[in-house]
């Protein structure tokens, strides 16, 4: 008796089916599904590299966009006079100067949004190639407990990609030189 089952499942394609159907079926759901890493990678792991953070409203393609780039109380040790921001070459954006402002921000979280709660005054400079920017608030930013945040109101780029913007900071009293103060790894899917 045992040996016809063995027979009746081997031959019969119907049983064959009935078992491969609910694979076949659930492989084009799958495609829909989108997965979010929690995992920053870099290339150059070196001791010298400081993780900023950062938050954007959208990460598709030619999109628009609000990009926050934070300056938390831990990324400045003084008072800043200059903040310039490097822009890889390959970020194809909409950036302009007047789409680019500087603010007092409010960190969102679980229960509360990104978002700027002062605007802070400032002359702001972008190169012509598009590849640096630099602002000169006109009162130093203080190295207080709040937080402050480049803002991007740009058009995401064509191609998708991870771009790097690093930051450099003038601190008030010290040399003229501009310090490292971090890097922001943005995300284009």
Known sequence: MKHQYKKFFKNSKIVKFLLLSPLFFSI?????IKVNAGLEFQWDQDSGYRRLK????????????TIFFFLRPSDRK????????????????????????????????????????????????????????????YSPIPSNKKSYAIVFKVFNPRR??????????????G???????????????
């Not at 084009?28 to 829909?32: A, E, G, R």
């Not at 938050?55 to 628009?64: L, Y």
């Not at 490292?180 to 899917?189: A, F, K, N, P, Q």
């Open 28 to 32: 084009p759901l799958l495609q829909n």
């Open 54 to 65: 950062w938050f954007q409203k959208s990460n598709e393609r030619r999109a628009r966009n």
């Open 78 to 137: 003084s008072d800043l006079i200059k903040l310039t921001m490097k822009i890889p070459e390959t970020f194809k954006s909409t950036l302009k100067e007047e789409k680019i402002n500087l603010c007092q921000v409010n960190i969102g979280g679980y229960e509360t949004r990104t978002k700027c709660i002062a605007d802070i005054p400032a002359d702001i400079e972008l190169n012509e190639d598009k590849t640096s920017l630099d602002i000169f608030p």
């Open 160 to 173: 998708s990609g991870l771009y790097q913007f690093h930051s450099y900071g003038q601190y008030f009293g």
């Open 175 to 189: 040399d003229s030189v501009s310090r490292y103060l971090g890097s922001s790894t943005l995300v284009i899917d």
